[in-house]
């Protein structure tokens, strides 16, 4: 590598992993980022809303919990970001030039999705998106090949690992197989007589086998859930979804490398060959499936933008090759325009959500609400969960101390998250625990966890904290179930010397009648 592209990447990866670094120190965690952090608190081979490695992830990378700290949750996406942004380099330097690797490696770092969503906040998508990297690599280096060699079958072996490890991580991942499926039959069917196909397919079932197993055992519901989602039959026509999808593929990708990242598609289809045609096809046949079966399905019903985001990765890899191509066909110096505006999108972005989650930049508190404040502002998904645990603490002492509730009571929550966010920043620092009452569509996993901590009783108290911009009345929890609902605390959160919502806290007294349980649904 020359000395110039060697420092550029050098610096890249440093700088990302320290920015990162400090962020997940100084951050909250999010709604998502707190409920995987109890799947590592209770492994099990699958779980209600996704495959299992992201709670793998968490515990390894904390050292089996033994570390803790928000940092600790996150360092799984801090290390594996990193490591990204280096495959993507090794990438694009094996599909054209060291060059092209820098440029794939800044576009890639430019991306909202691959630098903070999934590569600063842990999602199931940090595993996969590494796995995923992994398997293209494998595919590349076997299926491309019109040679069935014994390098080329090894590595189609290795392919076959990868995407069952992305398929451990989330269900997206069989994109992978169906992209590659696809190459297969339109353009190399050689393999379709390679025993190493058959074995590598194998392989990704074997690394998928627990979660099956898991569904077997709970009457399938995680596909269930999944598939109802997804599911035409169940919507209609909604221009809104359509477009909100679109938006948020445009923004959570960065607007200026999608566009770079089209052209650089749009270029290769219309012929300009800047890398070989098996190379770029296998690359567009890897990543728009699953960018386009999304938008079509946002047609009617709602989804997530980002579902579709590791198609965006194959993508990049082609938008970093053009611009190296560009660059060596105009003999430009500098850093190309497309990549300079990319990351200066990203610092903005960066600036602008940490200003507003910090200290409200941008959006201020509806004061005219009352004790509902704070229903507009999103970035409050991230902030007051430490000030509610230290409140909670006082409060909890002295209650207890008064006798006006049991020792020990739990916290009741109505929806996985504030579950989840309560658990973390509440309970487990006061030494108590949460539960939640609702149906399985409401509380998800935490219609297990529930069973783990010996679930409701007769005669039991309870602590019931909710915020007023997601608030639910205590009563709507279990109609007729407590005996009595006190009405106990008010607490406010300040940021940047404002009260930007409050939370209400209750005691739930004497529990008279126990909560119908959501698992009792599963194969009835």
């Known amino acids: 590598m020359k000395t110039n592209e ?40 699958s779980y209600f809303d996704h495959p299992p490695m992201v709670g793998w992830v968490i515990r390894i990378f904390s050292l089996n919990l033994l570390v803790q700290g928000e940092w600790a949750v ?21 599909i054209k030039n060291r060059e092209a690797g820098i440029y794939a490696a800044l576009l890639y770092t430019s991306s909202i999705y691959c630098f903070v969503i999934f590569g600063l906040f842990i999602l199931p998508d940090t595993p996969q998106s590494t796995f995923w990297l992994l398997a293209i690599f494998a595919f590349l280096k076997s299926i491309i090949s019109s040679e069935l060699n014994k390098n080329s079958r090894s590595w189609l072996l290795a392919a076959g690992v990868f995407t069952g490890l992305a398929m451990l991580s989330k269900y997206t991942s069989a994109f992978l197989w169906a992209g590659a499926g696809a190459y297969i039959l339109f353009f190399n069917r050689k393999w379709l007589k390679s025993k190493e196909l058959y074995i590598s397919i194998l392989l990704s079932a074997l690394f998928f086998l627990p979660v099956i ?43 200026v490398a999608v566009v770079t990242v089209f052209i650089a598609a749009i270029n290769f289809m219309k012929g300009k060959h800047y890398i070989s045609k098996p190379q770029g096809n296998f690359l567009l046949l890897i990543s728009f499936p699953i960018i386009f079966i999304f938008i079509i ?24 090759c053009w611009l ?54 999103f970035s409050l998904d991230m902030y007051g969960w430490r000030q509610m645990g230290k409140n909670f603490s006082d409060i909890q002492q002295r209650d207890e101390k008064q006798g006006k509730i049991r020792p ?5 929550s109505f929806r996985w998250f504030p579950a989840a966010n309560l658990d973390y920043y509440v309970a487990k620092p006061n030494q108590t625990y949460v539960l939640a009452m609702g149906n399985l569509e409401r509380i998800h996993h935490y219609a297990w966890i529930n069973q783990y901590r010996g ?42 010397h404002d009260t930007v919502m409050y939370f209400l806290i209750y005691h739930l007294k004497n529990l008279q009648t126990l909560p119908a349980d959501p698992l009792t649904t599963i194969g009835n």
């Open 6 to 45: 060697r420092n550029i990447l050098l610096i890249l990866l440093g700088s990302s992993f320290l920015i990162r670094f400090l962020l997940s120190f100084w951050l909250e965690l999010g709604n998502d980022e707190v409920y995987y952090y109890t799947y590592a608190l209770y492994p099990a081979w």
């Open 74 to 94: 996150r360092f799984a996406s801090v290390a594996l970001g990193t490591l990204n942004t280096y495959l993507i380099y090794v990438l694009g330097k094996f």
């Open 213 to 255: 197993l898991w569904n077997v055992q709970n009457d399938w519901i995680s596909f269930t859930y999944h598939g109802e989602r997804v599911d035409f039959s169940k919507g209609r026509f909604r221009i809104d979804y359509l477009m909100s999808e679109l938006g948020g593929q445009f923004l959570y990708n960065n607007p």
């Open 297 to 320: 399905i946002s047609t009617f019903r709602a989804t997530l933008p980002h579902w579709s985001g590791p198609g965006y990765h194959a993508l990049i890899l082609m938008g970093g």
């Open 324 to 377: 190296a191509w560009k660059r060596e066909t105009s003999r430009q110096k500098k850093i190309p325009f497309h990549l300079r505006a990319a990351l200066s999108f990203l610092i903005l972005v960066l600036i602008a959500g940490i200003a507003q989650i910090q200290f409200s930049l941008l959006i201020k508190p509806d004061v005219q609400k009352g004790v509902f404040r704070g229903k507009k502002d």
């Open 408 to 412: 020990n009571a739990p916290i009741i």
């Open 455 to 496: 679930g409701f009783h007769q005669g039991m108290d309870a602590w019931y904290i909710v915020s007023g911009r997601d608030y639910k009345d205590p009563s709507q929890l279990c109609e007729d179930c407590w005996a009595t609902i006190v009405p106990t605390d008010t607490v406010p959160i300040i940021r940047n």
